[in-house]
């Protein structure tokens, strides 16, 4: 006791017996109405009860179960450090049935206590309202979390209203904290001037309250099912109920009721962020026709969008709400494609989530709650699985709004307790880094995968272009002879000027946080080509390629099986300059017509002739070629074309009928995603 008195220096204070636990209304007068019950079955009474109010108000079961949620996930405070008695939290409660904005309320509040914990702790010490032998106990998190909330109303007493729920333990309590007002608020003055803090806020972290100035005005994103609809129907509809469409999205910020289109996903719209609480209970989103998701989670299904083809299948590695899974399902053909989605626990969460699937009219997602580590890459299930895409358990440092984030993707609490802290725990993040890269590389494994898409929510590099690089090259570096490796390639994502000027890499996409979006990582990592046995041949494959406009189709028709026909240099010369690829293709040694292009190799003057020779097998074999004799007649150098003058990067000029054009750096972007795209849908999958 001696270190406790010399710590706080107060004096003990009594402290109000224990009393039963009951609820009543208030306006009650008949006390044959109150039960009383015990404190861990007060969820039953509370909201057998009729509970509404406004946004603005907080009542007495927000404050039960705030203070449950705070009690799960709070840090150890000073007194149980000096006296070494830190227990463990108990588990997170599990909140029953109740409205979203309700559920929103309490989990608000505890996430403020969480930020303020300190800051709450030092005022009740110096207040004196916890004596100097004070005792953690039972009614530590409900008194933390009540005067939070008396914090943010500047210590005005919360009016009651009629016929609504009173629990008289947590009105007491209310009460004691309220004689202690002036203590309290004068505690808090000492703490601001001691840190020369000009509001509340300014007690907060540098980052933490950065975070909550861009979370606080952050647009509401959702996206159109086109199962259901289309996205002119769902502007027509919107429009016709009152709100207005704006053509960019810097129009949607000074009215309320106004939406505009996305500039990065065609399907997605942005709203005001007053509009929230509308939309949640509007008929489009009711009926499954508009589904409000964060914007940072709808990068992954665009990008797997631009890479199937037709009958591809899609693994899904974290399923999380169900939400990014009916997101990729809703962009594919119901019939042509199936989507497998992987991390669902328990048969109650599988039946939520074909629940929301059913409501949303997808009929091609099958979950499966194996571990996929313990999946076999030869499942027979997975056979036409071409794209994966990996949502991992990150950080989640990149999200503004953390509350709101939790409540979409059904993420467990603990994500709060994470984003409530100023420093990074290292231990943790690598853990997680470990997990990401083992998971990349398993489904990097699965004989079919052309393609696999990486996203996180993430600002931490060793979380994003760090595990990419690493197993990238662990994977390409371990492959088999006969496997192609795997090649970083920009997401199929068009980018606005703004975008651009923040990018790290032209080979992923990286976002930060701002007041328009969260933080995000998108990377793309694709094979390069077919194993060599299992190739198509060269007429083939430049058939397949006129066909999808990537170059000129040949003149005639040529017998394939004529394998020995001989070529000059000049002729070959000849064919490779008049190919067309588009600006930022891929046209290396590696590319896929290069490699299968008959014809010579052999130096100035001279030429040097591939023989190729049937076995008896049938498979073609490559004799050691013979060397021609130079010719007597050297032939006519072709010209060298002429070279225009380069020009900076961000401007770039190009002829047209309507004279010089200036291209920018979006219109680069977007022509090296272009050709990924006819590169990834050209493959003879």
């Known amino acids: 006791m001696a270190l406790l008195s010399q710590a706080y220096g107060r004096v003990p204070r009594a402290r109000p017996p224990r009393r039963a636990i009951s609820v009543f209304t208030a306006g009650d007068s008949s006390p044959s109405k109150n039960m009383d019950v015990e404190r861990k079955n007060l969820s039953e009474c509370i909201f057998s009860m009729h509970i509404d109010g406004d946004s603005t108000d907080v009542y007495h079961p927000i404050y039960h179960y705030a203070s449950q949620v705070f009690a799960s996930l709070r840090q150890p405070s000073k007194v149980e450090v000096l006296t070494r008695k830190v227990e463990p939290n108990p588990d997170p409660p599990n909140l029953p049935e109740m409205e979203e904005k309700v559920k929103r309320k309490i989990y608000d509040l505890a996430f403020s206590t969480l930020k303020y914990q300190g800051l709450l702790e030092d005022m009740l010490s110096e207040s004196g309202y916890y004596s100097y032998d004070a005792v953690i106990d039972e ?14 109303r500047k210590f005005v007493k919360r009016p009651y209203k009629k016929g609504e729920a009173c629990i008289p333990y947590v009105q007491e309590l209310e009460e004691d904290l309220l004689s202690f007002s002036t203590k309290l608020n004068a505690s808090l003055a000492r703490n601001r001037i001691k840190f020369q803090a000009s509001s509340i806020e300014c007690l907060l972290p540098e980052n933490i309250r950065q975070r909550d100035e861009k ?33 960019t999205w810097d129009g949607i910020q000074d009215m309320e009721n ?27 989103v ?14 992954g299904p665009h990008s797997v969008k631009q890479l199937l083809n037709e009958g591809d299948d899609i693994i899904h590695t974290n399923v999380g709400s169900g939400w990014t899974t009916a997101h990729v399902a809703s962009l594919t053909t119901q019939d042509q494609c199936t989507v497998y989605g992987f991390g669902v626990k328990g048969q109650s969460r599988v039946d939520q989530v074909n629940g929301q699937m059913r409501k ?23 056979k036409n699985v071409k794209v994966v895409l990996v949502t991992p358990q990150d950080s989640r440092s990149g999200i503004t709004n953390p509350v709101e984030y939790m409540l ?53 590099s060793e979380e994003n272009e760090n595990v990419v690089t690493k197993v990238m090259d662990y994977s390409n570096n371990a492959r088999l002879p006969s496997k192609m490796p795997f090649r970083m390639i920009p997401p199929l994502i068009p980018l606005t000027p703004r975008d651009l000027d923040t990018q790290k890499s032209s080979k992923f996409l990286t976002i930060e946080p701002s007041e328009v979006m969260g933080g995000c990582f998108v990377a793309v990592l694709s094979r390069e080509g ?19 406009g990537l170059c000129d189709g040949p003149a005639s028709k040529k017998d394939d099986d004529d394998d020995t026909e001989e070529t000059t240099e000049s002729s070959k010369l000849k064919k490779k300059s008049s190919r067309t690829t588009p600006r930022g293709y891929p046209t290396a040694k590696k590319s896929v017509s290069a490699r299968y292009l008959k014809g010579y190799k052999g130096g100035q003057g001279s030429a040097e002739k591939v023989v190729v020779k049937s076995s008896s097998s049938g498979q073609q074999k490559k004799v050691k070629p013979v060397r021609t004799a130079k010719t007597e007649t050297k032939l006519k150098p072709k010209p060298k074309p002429k070279l225009k003058p380069k020009s900076s990067p961000a401007k770039q000029t190009v002829s047209s009928s309507a004279g010089p054009k200036v291209k920018t750096k979006h219109d680069s972007w977007a022509q090296i995603s272009a050709g990924h795209s006819l590169l990834m849908r050209s493959k003879p999958f």
């Open 139 to 152: 009614n530590h998190s409900i008194i933390m979390v009540i005067l939070c909330d008396m914090l943010n």
């Open 360 to 382: 949303l009219e997808i009929e091609n997602v099958k979950l499966i709650q194996d571990n996929i580590f313990d999946v076999q890459h030869t499942d027979p299930r997975f």
């Open 258 to 284: 106004t939406f505009a289109l996305d500039g990065h996903c065609p399907n997605v719209l942005v709203f005001h962020s007053g509009c929230k609480e509308d939309l949640t209970s509007h008929e489009l």
């Open 286 to 299: 009711q009926e499954g026709k508009l589904v409000l998701q964060d914007k940072t989670t709808c990068l």
């Open 530 to 548: 077919k194993r060599l046995d299992e190739a198509l041949s060269a007429a083939d494959i430049i058939a397949r390629a006129a066909a999808k």
């Open 215 to 247: 979370g606080s005005n952050m647009p509401t994103y959702a996206w159109v099912n086109q199962l259901k609809t289309s996205v002119s129907e769902v502007t027509e509809a919107l429009r016709e109920e009152g709100f207005s469409m704006s053509k």
């Open 408 to 460: 979409q993707e059904g993420d467990d609490a603990s994500l709060l307790k994470e984003l409530s802290q100023d420093n990074v725990d290292a231990e943790k993040l690598d853990e997680l880094v470990s997990k990401h890269m083992d998971l990349l590389k398993h489904v990097m494994k699965f004989p079919k995968v052309q393609a696999v898409v990486y996203t996180t929510c993430s600002v931490f």
